[in-house]
């Protein structure tokens, strides 16, 4: 009996126990009061979306206007295809865009990978001669003096202009383009070379000369890790003008090429193929220069922006 009295009196004893505790600890706050008090500021999801939204939907919204553009065009002139006519075409050209049927009749791909050759070639050798001869011409004052009418006087001219003087010299087609690639190219990477050497610090060229370096470790040491941004830069401005310049060349000289192909298109009078080509183009130079940018973005520490 006296232990049934014992457990009914310990009851409400343990009650008040945990009660006493409950009031006395202090209440933990929510994990919202808590993330505030580090000074972490927490966002909505519209809040966080906004960066995605503003990154994405003003292109999107770009090519609806343009496709919405190009549709009241195509109303208005029978001639001109729809979006939906030529997106029809591009699945069809795209399905097989190897394709062999003679050496005038050949896949969109066999195209672009011949233009693509040609401005490797080109500017390959324009890189050969005119990075270098930029470093000369911004390191000796005379060399500079001696180029820089010669420069400003070609520069300004078209590399259409040099054509001509390829097929006279080469008397073949290719070597042509390849020329005119060449001349088109060399010009920015010469120009932006010389002066990334030009503004060198001279208090780097004067610890050189303390130290009695030679012109090759001037060269690796100290010229090159500064001049490589301008340099960079000339390379990116010298294969998007080699891409414009092949498609033009390539229309006048004939052969397999994207250029040609836009024109014997245009023979035919297949216009969705002339945009389809005109799409492609795009989207080819837009990867030259994102890798170009890639490249520049990994070797320096500035900023490059598209």
């Known amino acids: 009996m006296s232990a049934v009295l014992h457990n009914i009196a310990a009851v409400p004893v343990k009650d008040a126990v945990k009660e006493a505790v409950k009031e006395a600890a202090p209440e933990k706050p929510a994990r919202s009061e808590r993330i505030a008090a580090k000074g972490i500021k927490l966002e909505s999801g519209s809040a966080r979306m906004r960066p995605y939204v503003m990154k994405y939907l003003p292109p999107l919204i770009g090519l609806a206007l343009l496709v919405l553009a190009w549709q009241i065009l195509a109303s208005k002139n029978s001639s001109f295809p729809t979006p939906w006519a030529t997106w029809e075409e591009a699945v069809k050209l795209f399905s097989d865009p190897f394709y062999r049927k003679g050496p005038n009749d050949q896949g969109i791909g066999w195209n672009v990978l011949a233009s693509l050759q040609r401005v490797g070639m080109g500017f390959g050798l324009a ?180």
């Not at 023979?267 to 080509?277: E, F, K, W």
């Open 127 to 306: 890189a050969l001669v005119g990075i270098p001869l930029g470093f000369i011409i911004g390191r000796f004052p005379f060399m500079y003096g001696m180029f820089s009418p010669i420069i400003s006087l070609l520069k300004p001219v078209s590399p259409l202009a040099w054509l001509p003087i390829g097929l006279l010299v080469f008397k073949a087609a290719d070597p042509a383009a390849i020329w005119s690639i060449f001349i088109c190219s060399i010009w920015p990477m010469i120009i932006n070379t010389a002066v990334g050497v030009q503004r060198v610090p001279q208090d780097y060229m004067n610890v050189a000369r303390v130290l009695s370096l030679s012109e090759w470790k001037i060269v690796t040491k100290i010229l090159l890790p500064s001049v490589l941004p301008y340099m960079l830069t000339g390379v990116r401005l010298a294969i998007g003008t080699a891409w414009l310049v092949i498609v033009a060349a390539e229309m006048l000289t004939g052969g397999v090429g994207i250029g040609f192909w836009v024109w014997d298109e245009w023979n035919n009078l297949n216009v969705p193929h002339i945009l389809i080509a005109i799409g492609v183009i795009g989207v080819v130079g837009l990867l030259l220069e994102w890798a170009l940018v890639s490249l520049a973005k990994a070797f320096t520490y500035e900023q490059v922006e598209n």
